[in-house]
Each structure stands twice: as C-alpha cells, then as structure tokens.
C-alpha cells in the first residue's frame, strides 16, 4: 500500500490515491486524516527497518575492517622483523668476508 501510495502522490494521481484510502479503510477500519496516519506510520516502520537493516551492514563492515587492520598489522610487523633478520645476515656475511680478505 505504502508503495502505490507514494507513487499516486508523485504523479498526482487522485484516483489512485483515492483507491489506497480505500484499501487502508477495509484493511483498518478508518478513513480521512486517520488512513493518513495510517500509512505514514507504516512507512516510518519500513524505513527505521531500512535503517537498522543498513545499520547491521555498517557493524558487519566495521569488524570487517578491524580484522582486516589488524592482519595488516601482524604482517607489517612479520615484513619488519624478517627484514631485521636478513639486514643482520647480510651484516654477518659482509664481516666474515672483511676477515677472511683481511
């Protein structure tokens, strides 16, 4: 109802909105500015859905990006701690052939 509502407002379709009155009259048993409360307050429940629909995407994306930070993290700090180990390798191997040619 909330869809062709909207849609018979947008175009200025009195028939059509005339029609959606009478649906929420059979439907709830009320008419005139009630039928508007009506479907008002049914929209306001579709989009504060929407909202907590987009809400848990946000949550979901947010955790996402945490761990995915935090992995990044681990494997910069792996990148560091290898590159220490092949600098003091090189730092060895440079020493042992200074001695050796000295």
């Not at 730092?91 to 000295?102: D, F, L, N, P, V």
């Amino acid at each position: 109802m909330i869809v062709q509502f909207v849609n018979a407002v947008e175009v200025g379709d009195p028939e059509a909105i005339t029609s959606v009155y009478a649906q929420v009259a059979s439907r709830f048993g009320v008419d005139g500015p009630q039928a508007v409360a009506v479907l008002c307050a049914d929209l306001l429940r579709e989009e504060r859905a929407k909202t907590d629909r987009m809400r848990g995407f946000l949550a979901a994306a947010n955790h996402e990006a945490a761990v995915n930070g935090q992995a990044y993290l681990t494997e910069k700090r792996r990148v560091a701690e290898l590159r220490d180990i092949l600098n003091e390798r090189a730092a060895a191997s440079t020493a042992k052939r200074e001695r050796k040619s000295a």
